[in-house]
């Protein structure tokens, strides 16, 4: 049977603009960093760990910022939008991509992941144990995401890969098509993207579009550090968080983006808003 892949609320309106941008550029595939925002994680920090005393579930950082990327998302409807041809749409939901480093079974280094959706609706609790859930059973059990796919990559000739993903990014977001037949998960990537380098001691980092994922806002969280900051009049150690964002143009414009990031900001470092 066939389905539709992902539910959409309406067809956007297309403005001058829009029509221009979507006509002028092609997908940037290569990753493009259109915005880098130091955050104050202190008052962040001190709010998790309150949460965590009375918590049977770890909630991190990774969790609260995906809680804020949902709010930015219910506010910012273009932020999960998606452009089909030159045509873009509104996704019903707000979801976010998690990225989770795994080993798979020959000791190599892996890259997988996981949506949790309609995170704007949930709490931050409730997206730590969806994730902490999901984050073990892809790390100690098996790639529920991407097991199929990736078990069909390995049995095709190398110089077919590009033209399967080809394929499969036409079916899924110009078509928006799923079917159980095609050996993907529904609606695989969700909305949004959020990728968290700091677990690995980075303090920032750049990333790039991938063009069958029907993305086009990526969050590239880096490691908390110490440096030199002004805060309340006086300069003095503290810590600080960088995001690195990769944002589409044709969606995306400077006054969205500066609106978005003062809302991150303000969201980010007075979680309490989060409750």
């Not at 049977?56 to 409807?77: A, D, M, R, Y």
């Not at 749409?89 to 992941?113: A, I, M, Q, T, Y």
């Not at 977001?173 to 799923?178: A, G, R, S, Y």
């Not at 949004?192 to 969280?221: D, Q, W």
């Amino acid at each position: 049977m066939i389905y539709k892949n992902v539910k959409y609320s309406r067809e956007l309106p297309a403005n001058t603009w829009r029509k221009i941008a979507i006509n002028t550029w092609k997908p940037d595939f290569g990753g493009k960093i259109l915005s880098r925002l130091e955050l104050n994680p202190e008052p962040a920090l001190k709010f998790l760990n309150e949460i965590n005393n009375n918590s049977k579930e770890k909630v991190s950082l990774t969790h609260l910022l995906g809680s804020v990327l949902g709010k930015l998302q219910e506010e910012f409807p273009l932020l999960r939008s998606t452009v089909r041809g030159k045509r873009v749409f509104e996704r019903e939901d707000c979801d976010v991509f998690f990225h989770v480093s795994r080993v798979n079974s020959k000791g190599e280094e892996d890259l997988s992941g996981k949506a949790i959706r309609n995170i704007n609706q949930l709490s931050i609790e409730e997206v730590a144990l969806k994730l902490n859930k999901e984050g073990r059973e892809i790390k100690t059990k098996e790639d529920s995401t991407f097991k199929t796919i990736k078990k069909l990559v390995s049995y095709v000739p190398n110089f077919l890969i590009s033209f399967v993903l080809d394929i499969s990014s036409f079916i899924h977001i110009n078509l928006n098509l799923w079917s159980p037949l095609l050996g993907t998960k529904r609606d695989t990537f969700g909305s949004m993207m959020l990728t968290n380098v700091g677990v690995f001691g980075v303090k920032e980092s750049f990333v790039p579009f991938v063009r069958y994922s029907g993305i086009h806002a990526i969050c590239c969280m880096g490691a908390v550090h110490d440096d030199v900051v002004l805060r309340d009049g006086e300069i003095r150690v503290g810590k600080k968080l960088i995001l690195n964002w990769s944002l589409d143009h044709r969606l995306i414009d400077g006054s969205t983006a500066g609106k978005m990031a003062k809302r991150l900001v303000e969201l980010f470092e007075n979680p309490h808003q989060l409750r």
